[in-house]
């Protein structure tokens, strides 16, 4: 004998899965999703584009006139050394741009031909190539054997260890703007959900629905076909990251890589789980659309949250306060995904990070579930989060 209530709790697949289809053709055949889309792979686009021309490296190209250039030693990173006939010849280069910068040496002095225009990176190279030449010139003055000073210093050069992993500013950058772009797309796709709940309850549809579904199929089916059409506009983001990668012949050296970014949509979905059935249950307590900010504000205030701890943390991601708030939900949704993309969150941190968020997800569909069963029916004044818990 079935306990009274208790068909308010079950789930009927067929149902569902009628609801589902209802509500992603309702989702994905309008204007404004196709719009989304184009959108969101213009900007993802262009940010791959972007973040691979800042990644490349660049080079400068000195040339050296009067004195072999093998004999100025190793270069300055980044610089390349060319030879050149005389002082006309290095002028010659430099204006025409062949040559970022030249050192000429003529009688005893080294002379150094720049452009206006020469970067930094090129002035810094030549500088250090004359000085090296002055430095060699006052040792054999002094009467120094040169190669025996060579082999001297290159036998005594001390050994590096590199501790820990690098992460360069820009690979970070790059990392987070494409995590925050698609962690964006939760309070999106979240305030979709709760105005159609809105609507639905606005126009009395609910009440028809419930007459053969229960609260809790309707929530599940509402929710997952908003999921998977949520799922489309990432699959399109992934799609243009690929693309752009494709068009720059290659992945960038700043870009995530297949693996961190196949991670960061599982952390995405992880999240969005969570959040959507928050959303659900928010957009049940009102029954007018004007009313639906007031109700939102909490969700969409605790949503951005792992924004700003993520812009906080970007540059200090080994603090000993990200350490702990990694595991922490929502923050984690962010965080991990971050730290997973530029190679400083280890399988065991992410594992432990993603239990923890699915079983704060698994409470938070009970807890919007309880909230959407017991004021999806009431209409006029919203309805408290407290009296929607209580009832």
């Known amino acids: 004998m079935k306990r009274p ?25 309008t204007r404004g999703y196709l719009l989304s889309l184009v959108l969101l792979s213009l900007v993802t686009f262009g940010l791959v584009i972007g973040f691979n021309f800042m990644g490349r490296s660049t080079s400068a190209t000195v040339t050296v006139c009067g004195t072999p250039a093998a004999s100025l030693g190793t270069a300055p990173p980044g610089v390349r050394v060319t030879s050149c006939d005389g002082m006309a010849q290095a002028r010659k280069r430099v204006e025409s741009k062949d040559a970022d910068a030249a050192v000429v040496v003529a009688a005893g002095h080294a002379s150094l031909l720049t452009r206006a225009d020469t970067s930094d990176q090129a002035r810094a190279g030549a500088d ?59 309070v999106n796709q979240g305030s979709v959900i709760a105005q159609g709940v809105v609507e639905e309850k ?114 200090h991601l080994s603090a000993p306060w990200v350490s702990v708030v990694q595991y922490i939900p929502p923050f984690s949704g962010l965080l991990m995904p971050l730290k997973a993309s530029v190679g400083t969150a280890t399988v065991q941190e992410q594992l432990a990070s993603a239990g923890i968020l699915l079983v704060v997800t698994a409470c938070c569909m009970l807890l919007a579930g309880r909230i959407y069963r017991n004021s999806v029916l009431r ?13």
Not at 11 to 24: A, G
Not at 209 to 234: N, R, W, Y
């Open 202 to 315: 606005s126009t009395r549809v609910v009440e028809v629905l419930l007459a053969t579904l229960t609260p809790l199929e309707l929530l599940v089916g509402k929710v997952s076909g908003i999921v998977t059409a949520g799922m489309l506009q990432v699959a399109t983001m992934l799609g243009a990251v690929a693309g752009a990668q494709s068009v720059m012949s290659g992945e960038s050296a700043a870009m995530p890589g297949l693996r961190a970014l196949v991670v960061t949509v599982l952390w995405f979905l992880l999240t969005f789980a969570m959040f959507a059935s928050l959303y659900a249950a928010a957009g049940s307590l009102v029954s007018r659309p004007e009313d639906l900010q007031g109700v939102l504000t909490p969700v969409m205030l605790l949503a951005l949250a792992p924004v700003g701890a993520a812009t906080a943390a970007a540059a």
């Open 379 to 391: 209409v006029g004044a919203p309805v408290r989060w407290r009296q929607a818990l209580a009832a």
């Open 128 to 186: 250090a190539l004359a000085r090296t030449w002055a430095g060699q010139q006052a040792l054999l003055r002094q009467d120094v054997d040169l190669g025996r000073l060579a082999r001297d210093t290159a036998a005594a050069e001390p050994a590096t260890v590199t501790v820990g992993k690098s992460v360069g500013s820009l690979q970070l950058g790059a990392a987070a703007s494409l995590i925050i772009v698609l962690f964006m797309q939760i």
């Open 5 to 29: 209530g208790s068909e308010q709790h079950s789930l009927n697949p067929t149902r569902v899965r009628l609801v589902y289809v209802r509500e992603l053709r309702a989702r994905m055949y």
